[in-house]
């Protein structure tokens, strides 16, 4: 079997943004874990090729991986994911044995029991800060006695520094076997669009995507009446203004870019359903500036000509069920859409959200930027020593749409777990 593709796991895979990154390095995500039942079904909407399992760490074992999905008894040459950071507890002298910690030493174990070869964690950048730092001394002081070696000096990386039109820092550690080389942090090609302040060994480097490269040529949602009442409609799209949406859209070819191809009809408009604010609202949206936050939503108004500030997910009922600040549009008084952020985050066009914007905004919000997670990935490529090649023949075809619209109780159903393992939400009125 000539060209074999290096294999890799992902844990809290939410609905995918690194596995899209690795994949389009080069990687067979073979199997993703993640706990959320409707995260794990858009999940496998968009990658059918692969196991999906519902399930949390916590409750799983390296063979209960490899048993789950195609891995067998193969070596796993990547584990990558991003623990939920909201227990992070720094009370007592060991926050690594602080129950609310866990999801990170379960990461380590599932780390050694796959016996990976190499492994990433992504994280808040709050991690490096003050007393977090010793946590993270401490993962790697753990990971290290598991017979891990880190790249050192640990470092945050920004998406807007990685041709992401997104101002986004996360903590990314990256460790390999002891007998293994280890990687490059990948070197930024962009510097941020628009921004004053930035690093000076960026000086020399292009501009990163601005929002207006990112969304401009995106169809008009308010001349489409079937959006006020479903995600997608068949939509006219305005001439491409960048290299960044041509991209996206799969109208340009990127050599360097090794997914699988996807069928999809690229008439269609998806993840765009509109969200009805009330005449104060509007006009408060309209009188304020570009690139200013609106007093009363908190809300900022994107800059067309600079990239978007970090798009956050909200959180569960049980933490307030807040809809995360959503950005609002830089040319019409309303938030961005969900496809619109997707743009801002790098998720191609045939890539597909749960259609209720809320589940939407916290898939993406919650996500590693797929084109953030492939430079890193395309580093481990490089001292995996692998010639990988595109794919040519396996065109990906997607499930049933149906199931983009499904409610939390029916995708627990499916997967056989308690449909409250995610709180549910309360509806809270927009602005």
Same mark, same amino acid.
């Given at each position: 079997m000539?060209? =074999?593709?290096?294999?890799?796991?992902?844990?809290?895979?939410?609905?995918? &943004?690194?596995?899209?990154?690795?994949?389009?390095? &080069?990687?067979?995500?073979?199997?993703?874990?993640?706990?959320?039942?409707?995260?794990?079904?858009? +999940?496998?909407?968009?990658?059918?090729?692969?196991?999906a399992?519902?399930?949390?760490?916590?409750?799983?074992?390296?063979?209960?991986?490899?048993?789950?999905?195609?891995?067998?008894?193969?070596?796993?040459?990547?584990?990558?994911? &991003?623990?939920?950071? #909201?227990?992070?507890?720094?009370?007592?002298?060991?926050?690594?044995?602080?129950?609310?910690? =866990?999801?990170?030493?379960?990461?380590?174990?599932?780390?050694?029991?796959?016996n990976?070869?190499?492994?990433?964690?992504?994280?808040?950048?709050?991690?490096?800060? &003050?007393?977090?730092? +010793?946590?993270?001394?401490?993962?790697?002081e753990?990971?290290?006695?598991?017979?891990?070696?880190?790249?050192?000096?640990?470092?945050?990386?920004?998406?807007? +520094?990685?041709?992401?039109?997104?101002?986004?820092?996360?903590?990314?550690?990256?460790?390999?076997?002891?007998?293994?080389?280890?990687?490059?942090?990948?070197?930024?090609?962009?510097k941020?669009?628009?921004?004053?302040?930035?690093?000076?060994?960026?000086?020399?480097?292009?501009?990163?995507?601005?929002?207006?490269?990112?969304?401009?040529? !995106?169809?008009?949602?308010?001349?489409?009446?079937?959006?006020?009442?479903?995600?997608?409609?068949?939509?006219? /799209?305005?001439?491409?203004?960048?290299? /960044?949406?041509?991209?996206?859209?799969?109208?340009?070819?990127? !050599?360097?870019?090794?997914? /699988?191809?996807?069928?999809?009809?690229?008439?269609?408009?998806?993840?765009?359903?509109?969200?009805?604010?009330?005449?104060?609202?509007?006009?408060?949206?309209?009188?304020?500036?570009?690139?200013?936050?609106?007093?009363?939503?908190?809300?900022?108004?994107?800059?067309?000509?600079?990239?978007?500030?970090?798009?956050?997910?909200?959180?569960?009922s049980?933490?307030?069920?807040?809809?995360?600040?959503?950005?609002?549009?830089?040319?019409?008084?309303?938030?961005?859409?969900?496809?619109?952020?997707?743009?801002?985050?790098?998720?191609?066009?045939?890539?597909?959200? +749960?259609?209720?914007?809320?589940?939407?905004?916290?898939?993406?919000?919650?996500?590693?930027?797929?084109?953030?997670a492939?430079?890193?990935?395309?580093?481990?490529?490089?001292?995996?020593?692998?010639?990988l090649?595109?794919?040519?023949?396996?065109?990906?075809?997607?499930?049933?749409?149906?199931? !983009? #619209?499904?409610?939390?109780?029916?995708?627990?159903?499916?997967?056989?777990?308690?449909?409250?393992?995610?709180?549910?939400?309360?509806? =809270?009125?927009?602005?």
């Amino acid at each position: 079997m000539g060209n =074999q593709r290096p294999i890799a796991v992902d844990l809290f895979a939410g609905v995918g &943004g690194m596995t899209l990154g690795f994949e389009q390095a &080069g990687f067979d995500v073979l199997a993703s874990v993640e706990i959320d039942p409707i995260h794990c079904i858009i +999940h496998e909407y968009n990658f059918p090729m692969w196991a999906a399992i519902c399930a949390s760490v916590t409750d799983i074992s390296g063979d209960d991986i490899r048993k789950g999905s195609k891995i067998g008894d193969r070596e796993v040459d990547v584990v990558f994911g &991003g623990p939920p950071c #909201q227990g992070f507890s720094l009370m007592g002298k060991r926050a690594f044995d602080d129950p609310r910690n =866990q999801l990170v030493s379960h990461f380590m174990r599932l780390v050694t029991e796959l016996n990976a070869k190499y492994f990433v964690m992504e994280n808040v950048k709050g991690l490096t800060l &003050g007393n977090h730092r +010793h946590f993270v001394d401490e993962i790697i002081e753990n990971f290290e006695k598991k017979g891990y070696k880190i790249l050192k000096p640990y470092q945050v990386l920004n998406s807007s +520094h990685y041709g992401i039109p997104q101002h986004r820092e996360r903590l990314f550690l990256i460790g390999c076997r002891q007998d293994l080389t280890l990687p490059n942090y990948p070197s930024p090609i962009t510097k941020p669009a628009k921004v004053k302040r930035f690093p000076k060994e960026l000086i020399d480097l292009p501009d990163s995507p601005t929002v207006s490269d990112a969304i401009a040529d !995106l169809p008009d949602i308010t001349k489409y009446k079937e959006l006020s009442n479903r995600d997608w409609c068949v939509a006219d /799209y305005k001439e491409p203004r960048s290299d /960044y949406s041509m991209y996206l859209r799969g109208l340009k070819s990127d !050599l360097s870019n090794l997914a /699988y191809p996807r069928q999809y009809d690229p008439k269609l408009l998806t993840s765009s359903i509109s969200t009805v604010h009330t005449p104060t609202s509007i006009a408060r949206f309209r009188s304020t500036p570009n690139g200013k936050v609106e007093k009363i939503s908190r809300f900022l108004k994107l800059d067309p000509d600079g990239i978007c500030n970090t798009l956050r997910a909200g959180t569960p009922s049980n933490r307030g069920a807040f809809t995360a600040p959503r950005p609002i549009h830089p040319e019409q008084p309303r938030c961005i859409t969900v496809r619109e952020a997707a743009r801002l985050h790098s998720y191609p066009d045939w890539f597909r959200f +749960h259609s209720t914007k809320w589940h939407g905004f916290r898939q993406i919000g919650n996500s590693v930027p797929p084109l953030l997670a492939r430079a890193v990935a395309t580093k481990l490529c490089e001292v995996l020593e692998l010639e990988l090649n595109k794919p040519i023949k396996k065109v990906i075809s997607k499930n049933n749409a149906n199931v !983009l #619209q499904i409610k939390m109780v029916e995708a627990a159903e499916k997967y056989g777990v308690n449909p409250h393992v995610i709180e549910p939400r309360v509806k =809270q009125e927009m602005h």
